[in-house]
């Protein structure tokens, strides 16, 4: 039987036959599948992946919007060109010189948030069946894009100093040696998500290095760079090598995801057909937002912001840390010094999907580790997402987790791993 | 020697052995070749297709963002659902009404522009190889999209009625019999970009018959129906068929391009896949733009705006008519009953590309007709949009193109036809 509308599902598709190849490989993301749990109230939630925008000052928000409509309404009202905006170009240079990059304002693209960058950059490398190399575990909406793009996903071992260069050049040589293309390297080095940790500054040279020896193309993902809550992360990869990188940022963690404003460094023959694409798909980056983001930041003390959100995630952080090693002693976690995630990983013989729907009776979500690999694995970690709740509701979600998980420890325990 | 940066080009490229198939397909597209001369305030441009976006009431906008401030302010600041805000989508019923759509608020979803869902829709249905259905002329931007899904592209015999249902069928069920996999018809059936022209009812009828009976997907492109200047146009053909259609509108001829803000109705099975790649592309679209335009349709009487660009819009559309009667007896135009463009076709011999810089000389810009086809026609055909200059500036615009032109067709009738 056809299900009703109502249920906002249907069984009968009419054009079954006619979807492309690609379309196959679109599934629904376990961390997007969370969200109409997470928007519950009762529900703590520490899945997600939200800023806490609470903490912007809205009146600053306001005079830009009062300077755009002032100095630049018609403009932003109107189409623009595909690059994005020349001023906001400009400003995202200073930016980026936080993270020791130095850049031509030419070779600056604006998207859709980075996300669309990095949609935009994947499609124009990857062939079905090349492969991009990833961290272990890796983003979950790189691994849904390239994925997408018919590619094929090679996690490379990660530790507590980021990926590890030694496994990336023998991974890279056995999928050479199979005869595979390797296209490109996605990585996030600074407070990576889901790990939360941070490659080291030597690594860094020997990640370079080992893929500019092998034509691998580095897209360097950073859209926690600024995020430290000690010190300052090492200088982006870009910074050390502009031939081989393409670089992503985004204003969604220091200002706002709501307005989508992204940007893409690239190698300028790159550059140049990245504008292409983005014209092609969605004709110009939104004038609107990109000159509200502008006007921010010519009017306001934008460093101070960051500067509150530093000091307010650590806080986060500090008790998200605090409670694991309070209530979930059997459980280890990374210590990220930055950014917005714990990583943790569960004693083995533990299944963090199939425990995600008791979680939620307990009233606490998280994201399961499955969805930051595109292999299977991961069942044995959860993502811990501390930036949106308060300090207080990341301790008490946490505490609910444990009731859930040293349950499920203690059962393990009494009566052996489960088949 | 390779060119220095300040050119803005690069004639060295590191990774041209790593691209995907796909990119070879990204080109200039002259549209947008010619924003930069557009640009200049001596020239009048009648190339763009942009919006008058100056006859806002800007008040309005001024309010829309105050209660948004007032009201939503945490959530359009943050991440939102893949498929959109349910608010707007609710209004946006009310607006696809006037179309004579009735839909389920669950089948719509907001996309970055009305541009993006076409191509998220191009992206789940071509593979290479598979046929694209296109009016003769067709819309530039959507020629783009599909040459990039390595689509064929096959135009059909347009008139002033729009669509030729005879040689729809007559090409379809020749293509068929080549083993060709047909798989959308894409077109603009009211005042249609770059023609003018409006599908009339009865070959609505036709065309949804013949699309049915063959397993075509039509897809319906409406940003210019609200725009009339007499007689409303035929209910949208997504009014008379709601599985063989997918409807695309937009909120940048009503209201802003500047947002990006457009939306897909689609059947529930492919609506469903809509959003995933929504979700893979750019996570969600902008909950901003999107609580500000819904926020505006809340205060403002937008039917009332829509009058006030209609009338504006007709204005310049007689203006240009006009001009074309005094200044350019030789060619014929169309004469379109809404929307932004008039298609002109020169005496046979002229190369409207050719002509151009000329043209840019005399200090006006137009689109020329090659844009408009994936298949090399349409250099004896000019687009002439009258939207955004101003009715003085339409006429002063075209008597500047009548010089270059009036004397292209002297040269022809004296000398001859060049070979």
Known sequence: MTKTRADGVTNFDAWK????????NLSVSEVRALFAVVSRPEVVSLAGGMPDVAALDTELI?????????NRKDLALQYGGG????????????IMALEGIHSSVEDITITTGSQHGLELVSDLFLDKGDVVLVEAPSY????????????????VYTDEHGISPQALAETADRLIAEGKRIKLLYLVPNF????????TADRRLEVLEICKQRGILIVEDNPYGQLYFGEKPPNAMRSLDEQNVVYLGSFSKILS??????????????????????ESAILSPASFAQMLVSEYLSIADWQKQIGTFRDLYQTKRDAALQAVEQFLPKVHTTRPDG?????????EGLNSKEMLPLAVTELVAYTPGTAFFGDGRGADNIRICFSHPTADN??????????????????LETFGKRD
């Open 17 to 24: 036959h006619s979807y492309a190849a690609r379309a196959e």
């Open 62 to 70: 306001e005079k830009a919007f009062a300077s755009l409509m002032s």
């Open 83 to 94: 690059q994005g905006d020349l001023r906001l170009r400009e400003q995202i240079q200073e």
């Open 140 to 155: 979950v909406g790189a691994v849904g894009i390239f994925r997408h793009k018919e590619a094929h996903i090679a996690h």
């Open 192 to 199: 990576a998500n889901p790990s939360g940790v941070t490659l």
């Open 257 to 278: 995801p709501g307005l989508r404003v992204g940007y893409v460094l690239a190698p300028p023959a790159i550059r140049e057909k990245l504008v292409l694409a983005n």
């Open 339 to 347: 950014g917005f995630f714990l990583w943790l990983t569960l004693p």
């Open 394 to 411: 990341v301790r008490v979600g946490i505490e609910r987790l444990s009731r859930v998980l040293n349950q499920q420890i203690d059962l």
